[in-house]
């Protein structure tokens, strides 16, 4: 397929402009890498950086009932303060995960949820389905909004030259702005594993701020370092580690389970999984000889196979790391084979994240 | 340290350099700047007996795998050991330390068969 049937970006031409590597991700068009991953992973760890995620979604949930209907879709508990956001798993009722997404509470009445781009027209009929049951209205406006991710040790004082008090903003929050005149939304949040913000503006306007970041030499980034990132703090890929045949609890999100929650879709489904145990779990691995392990590849204990991985890369790190679904019965600390290009390789079986910071 | 106007290359992007009957291989300055930043290089064993086109060698980038075929036939005789150690070397000097392996020709008339260097600027020029 060429890429002039992809999906653009209102950063598309910037990026090309900036040196991306243009591919298809999920339909859109994007930048794998500008001037290398590891150069980009060292600007994140070390500096800052940023990414295009103008292809992510925004949907926004109304209505008297918005937080009623959110506990009711999210099997987290969704956080109604003011400006305060949640990280969320979309479930069916069979407990197994549509997506997973972050809500902001804008107002009592009013949410901001940010889904990933291969679920938005999956999450919006879902979404619509059940708010039929609710006074709620859902609007996707994931056409009429940018985003650029900044992220790194210095993400935050960097954009606070240009959005005064944004160091002020707590982790997991939101705020309103108002940048080359018009109105967009700052969260801090990210999904690299460093603190940082992401920035919503119009289509129209988000390339100014791209601008504007360059010239504060901030280092454009592709998904190939994010994906690196995101693997490295432990973070999940949905679509490859997790999917609708998963639960939050096979992929080690047990944490995002409020089974004290009075209703929420797919509570039956977890709990009776919950009783019975988990066959397999999403677990870490670290290689301990030397390779790069990918998705599909099998793992071994004793010569039996016993999982697939369903991410892995080369960490700057840490080398080898992947994750992938492991039978339950393999503990922590094991010594596993994993199958690469019909090599076998040593490998240790770990807790993500394999990265760890204070955000 | 091996020219590429002396090297012959293989479509697939290996380029071989002949010493008496061995040839040393490599990957073009073409294949590491498409590969980018290699992070890994799973080199074949010393003995092993390789065919034209058989893959022998992987070449990893954080981002993917990619599989090097020999450019003639032979047995391996030698590997590039530097690599284990320093695998990015392949992107600093693709014809020079950053060579992958060295092959003992079955038929050093193989060599034949592949492209010159300007019949393979030619097969990558867009």
Excluded at chain 1, 37 to 59: C, P, T, W, Y
């Amino acid at each position: 397929m060429g890429t002039e049937t992809l999906q653009k970006t209102p950063l598309a031409s910037r990026c090309e402009m900036s040196g991306g590597k243009m591919v298809d991700f999920h339909g859109w068009l994007l930048p794998v890498q500008f001037a290398g991953i590891l150069a980009e992973h060292k600007a994140v760890r070390e500096n800052v950086g940023m990414f295009d995620v103008s292809h992510m979604g925004q949907l926004f949930i109304e209505g008297k009932e918005a937080w009623p209907f959110l506990q009711y879709v999210s099997c987290n508990n969704i956080k109604n303060g003011p400006a305060e956001g949640t990280y969320f798993h979309i479930l069916t009722e069979q407990g197994t995960i549509i997506d997973d997404a972050i809500a902001f509470c804008l107002s009592p009445e009013q949410f901001l949820v940010v889904v990933n781009a291969a679920c938005v027209h999956t999450d919006f009929e879902w979404l619509t389905k059940q708010a039929k049951k609710f006074g709620v209205t859902v609007r996707n406006e994931s056409d009429r909004w940018g985003m650029i991710a900044v992220q790194g040790p210095k993400a935050v004082e960097t954009v606070n030259c240009m959005i005064p008090g944004v160091e002020d903003l707590p982790r997991f929050h939101i705020s309103p702005l108002t940048m080359f005149d018009a109105e967009g939304y700052v969260t801090r949040t990210g999904y690299t594993g460093e603190d940082g913000v992401e920035i919503m503006l119009p289509s129209d306007k988000i390339g100014l701020l791209w601008d504007e970041l360059l010239k504060h030499h901030v280092t454009p980034c592709g998904l190939g370092a994010r994906d690196v990132l995101r693997l490295e703090a432990g973070y999940l890929l949905n679509g490859e580690d997790a999917d609708q045949t998963r639960t939050p609890y096979e992929a080690n999100c047990g944490w995002v389970v409020k089974l004290s929650k009075e209703n929420f879709i797919g509570k039956e489904a977890l709990v009776a999984q919950k009783a019975q145990g988990l066959k397999e779990k999403l677990t870490g691995f670290v290689l301990t000889t030397p390779g790069v392990p990918r998705s599909g590849c099998k793992v071994f204990v004793n010569g039996e196979e016993k999982g697939v991985l369903t991410s892995g890369t080369f960490s700057p790190l840490f080398k080898g790391i992947a994750v992938g679904y492991l039978a339950s019965d393999v503990a922590v600390g094991s010594e596993v084979e994993i199958e690469i290009h019909g090599r076998r390789v040593r490998a240790q079986v770990v807790k993500p994240p394999f990265y760890k910071n204070r955000v | 340290m091996y020219n590429q106007e002396n090297c012959r290359f293989a479509k697939t992007h290996e380029w071989a350099f002949a010493e008496g009957d061995v040839a040393v291989v490599g990957i073009s300055n073409h294949a590491q700047e498409e590969i980018s930043d290699i992070v890994f290089v799973d080199l074949p064993k010393v003995g092993q007996k390789t065919e034209v086109g058989k893959n022998c060698c992987v070449v990893e980038s954080v981002k993917s795998a990619s599989e090097i075929y020999a450019p003639v036939s032979g047995e391996i005789v030698e590997v590039n050991e530097a690599l284990n150690a320093d695998p990015a070397l392949v992107n600093r000097e693709p014809h020079g330390n950053g060579w992958l392996f060295k092959i003992k020709m079955a038929n050093p008339a193989e060599l034949d068969n592949l492209l010159d260097f300007n019949a393979y600027q030619a097969t990558i020029a867009k």
